[in-house]
């Protein structure tokens, strides 16, 4: 099974980092984004209570077919801790179909089709998607429909899966940059069901059995959370009747009651610094938390073109960071959607002497968004090279399959693939200027680096930090449940 980040939310722009010598101050015109148009997209409802979403995409030759699974808000604290991800991984591990018993065999099939199955946890909804060719779209379905109804969840498969997500998870400690993302999660998000990395907790990992998978297995993957969507070299009348044919007859177990989610502790200062003495570099997570994706409403669009303004390589944080100051490699600024919370984050690593004019700079870039309505010619030309990058995504069926699952399972219309470039252009500077004024003040910031070498020149200028030593927290995070 792959695992991929192709389910990035929309609004992530990453910074392409060029070499000193090709960098640009005064960058050529974007030209404009061409609009995206409307494919033709078909719907039906089975009676089982599954959707099924065909958007037509000629020429590609290809075709992307998933499911999407809308986890319920009282499971959401459970996905992340193991079970999410847990169940994702095991799908390709064997099924109850004679034929696929084995992952060998899984494997051999998927390789019949030359395709493989990528996977998701995003907390609120978990994927699972394959791309094939058109004309092994039948085969395809009928595959997907046994990985993802009919899971063996085999004993064997879960020991070899955990041992292996377990490793994973202490060399991603070793990791800064992991370390900063986890922390601001574990301080910051504690109080929502993001509070865990989505690769799951180590002592939910260890402690997980197989019942505890099937129980959310059937808890979870049931027709009426469950969307099939195609995007693709299809006929979209035809692509519906042969899902209602293959996935109509499945009826789940009924669900099991929902476990008892964990309990939140107090929230520290609004600064958190990782203490790790042998680290070369500080890494630096500025970010403020945002309403859940319903809530946001109208500043859904503003936080996109906000994030624009200051995000990629001829965004203010990587101008004013790298290019003027050489402070860093580069910045990466992304605003992350989910159903209840939602956070905007910027990222970057400095040498440890420049932690404290890094990460003041930082917060100073961000706010000035606030202070001063940015020019109606830099808005549109940021906006334009963002929207770009985005209809560039929606080139590919993965890419495709990526934009409208995020409108299904936000319940968000269709049609915003074709209106969503008209919306963020008429966004003023002034509307941009209200959004960073509605969400600053949440700001808060996790940095991880040699505190002895910029601890007390910080606590100077913006006052005591929670300081925690980069032992302490692995613990913490290795005990959390």
């Given at each position: 099974?792959?695992?991929?980040?192709?389910?990035?939310?929309?609004?992530?722009?990453?910074?392409?980092?060029?070499?000193?010598?090709?960098?640009?101050?005064?960058?050529?015109?974007?030209?404009?984004?061409?609009?995206?148009?409307?494919?033709?997209?078909?719907?039906?409802?089975?009676?089982?209570?599954?959707?099924?979403?065909?958007?037509?995409?000629?020429?590609?030759?290809?075709?992307?077919?998933?499911?999407?699974?809308?986890?319920?808000?009282?499971?959401?604290?459970?996905?992340?801790?193991?079970?999410?991800?847990?169940?994702?991984?095991?799908?390709?591990?064997?099924?109850?179909?004679?034929?696929?018993?084995?992952?060998?065999?899984?494997?051999?099939?998927?390789?019949?089709?030359?395709?493989?199955?990528?996977?998701?946890?995003?907390?609120?909804?978990?994927?699972?998607?394959?791309?094939?060719?058109?004309?092994?779209?039948?085969?395809?379905?009928?595959?997907?429909?046994?990985?993802?109804?009919?899971?063996?969840?085999?004993?064997?498969?879960?020991?070899?899966?955990?041992n292996l997500a377990l490793s994973r998870f202490q060399a991603d400690l070793d990791e800064s940059n992991f370390v900063a993302g986890s922390?601001?999660?574990?301080?910051?998000?504690?109080?929502?069901?993001?509070?865990?990395?989505?690769?799951?907790?180590?002592?939910?990992?260890?402690?997980?059995?197989?019942?505890?998978?099937?129980?959310?297995?059937?808890?979870?993957?049931?027709?009426?959370?469950?969307?099939?969507?195609?995007?693709?070299?299809?006929?979209?009348?035809?692509?519906?009747?042969?899902?209602?044919?293959?996935?109509?007859?499945?009826?789940?177990?009924?669900?099991?009651?929902?476990?008892?989610?964990?309990?939140?502790?107090?929230?520290?200062?609004?600064?958190?610094?990782?203490?790790?003495?042998?680290?070369?570099q500080s890494t630096i997570l500025y970010g403020f938390t945002l309403p859940g994706r319903a809530e946001l409403g109208r500043d859904f669009?503003?936080?996109?073109?906000?994030?624009?303004?200051?995000?990629?390589?001829?965004?203010?944080?990587?101008?004013?960071?790298?290019?003027?100051?050489?402070?860093?490699?580069?910045?990466?600024?992304?605003?992350?959607?989910?159903?209840?919370?939602?956070?905007?984050?910027?990222?970057?690593?400095?040498?440890?002497?420049?932690?404290?004019?890094?990460?003041?700079?930082?917060?100073?870039?961000?706010?000035?968004?606030?202070?001063?309505?940015?020019?109606?010619?830099?808005?549109?030309?940021?906006?334009?090279?963002?929207?770009?990058?985005?209809?560039?995504?929606?080139?590919?069926?993965?890419?495709?399959?990526?934009?409208?699952?995020?409108?299904?399972?936000?319940?968000?219309?269709?049609?915003?693939?074709?209106?969503?470039?008209?919306?963020?252009?008429?966004?003023?500077?002034?509307?941009?200027?209200?959004?960073?004024?509605?969400?600053?003040?949440?700001?808060?910031?996790?940095?991880?680096?040699?505190?002895?070498?910029?601890?007390?020149?910080?606590?100077?200028?913006?006052?005591?930090?929670?300081?925690?030593?980069?032992?302490?927290?692995?613990?913490?995070?290795?005990?959390?449940?």
């Amino acid at each position: 099974m792959r695992s991929s980040s192709w389910w990035i939310f929309p609004l992530l722009v990453a910074l392409q980092v060029m070499p000193p010598a090709c960098a640009q101050e005064n960058a050529p015109p974007v030209a404009s984004a061409r609009p995206f148009p409307a494919p033709v997209t078909a719907e039906r409802t089975l009676a089982n209570g599954l959707k099924v979403i065909a958007l037509q995409k000629k020429g590609s030759g290809v075709v992307t077919l998933g499911i999407l699974v809308k986890h319920p808000d009282a499971w959401l604290p459970q996905v992340n801790s193991a079970l999410g991800p847990f169940t994702l991984d095991l799908l390709d591990k064997g099924s109850l179909a004679k034929e696929l018993q084995t992952p060998r065999q899984v494997a051999e099939r998927l390789d019949s089709l030359g395709t493989g199955l990528d996977t998701a946890n995003r907390t609120d909804y978990s994927s699972v998607r394959m791309t094939v060719l058109a004309q092994n779209l039948n085969p395809a379905l009928s595959l997907l429909q046994v990985l993802v109804t009919q899971p063996a969840f085999s004993k064997e498969e879960l020991a070899k899966a955990q041992n292996l997500a377990l490793s994973r998870f202490q060399a991603d400690l070793d990791e800064s940059n992991f370390v900063a993302g986890s922390a601001f999660r574990t301080y910051f998000l504690q109080k929502s069901p993001y509070r865990a990395p989505e690769t799951g907790l180590p002592t939910s990992l260890k402690a997980l059995t197989r019942d505890q998978v099937a129980a959310f297995h059937r808890a979870n993957y049931r027709p009426e959370q469950m969307t099939l969507l195609l995007t693709g070299e299809l006929e979209v009348q035809k692509v519906l009747d042969r899902a209602e044919a293959v996935f109509g007859r499945f009826r789940p177990a009924p669900a099991p009651p929902v476990p008892q989610p964990p309990t939140a502790t107090s929230t520290p200062r609004s600064i958190v610094v990782i203490d790790r003495p042998d680290a070369a570099q500080s890494t630096i997570l500025y970010g403020f938390t945002l309403p859940g994706r319903a809530e946001l409403g109208r500043d859904f669009v503003r936080g996109y073109v906000f994030n624009g303004l200051l995000a990629g390589f001829s965004g203010r944080l990587n101008q004013e960071l790298r290019i003027k100051r050489g402070l860093t490699y580069g910045v990466r600024s992304t605003v992350d959607t989910r159903r209840q919370t939602s956070w905007y984050t910027a990222r970057l690593a400095t040498k440890p002497e420049s932690t404290l004019e890094a990460f003041a700079l930082v917060g100073e870039v961000v706010s000035a968004v606030n202070a001063t309505p940015a020019a109606g010619a830099e808005l549109d030309t940021r906006t334009t090279a963002t929207l770009g990058a985005r209809a560039t995504n929606l080139t590919t069926t993965e890419g495709l399959f990526e934009q409208v699952s995020g409108l299904v399972m936000y319940d968000q219309p269709l049609s915003t693939l074709t209106t969503f470039d008209q919306q963020a252009r008429q966004v003023t500077p002034a509307a941009v200027q209200d959004f960073a004024r509605a969400y600053l003040s949440t700001a808060r910031t996790v940095i991880v680096g040699p505190a002895q070498k910029f601890l007390q020149p910080l606590e100077a200028k913006f006052g005591p930090v929670e300081r925690v030593s980069y032992s302490d927290f692995v613990q913490q995070i290795n005990q959390a449940k």
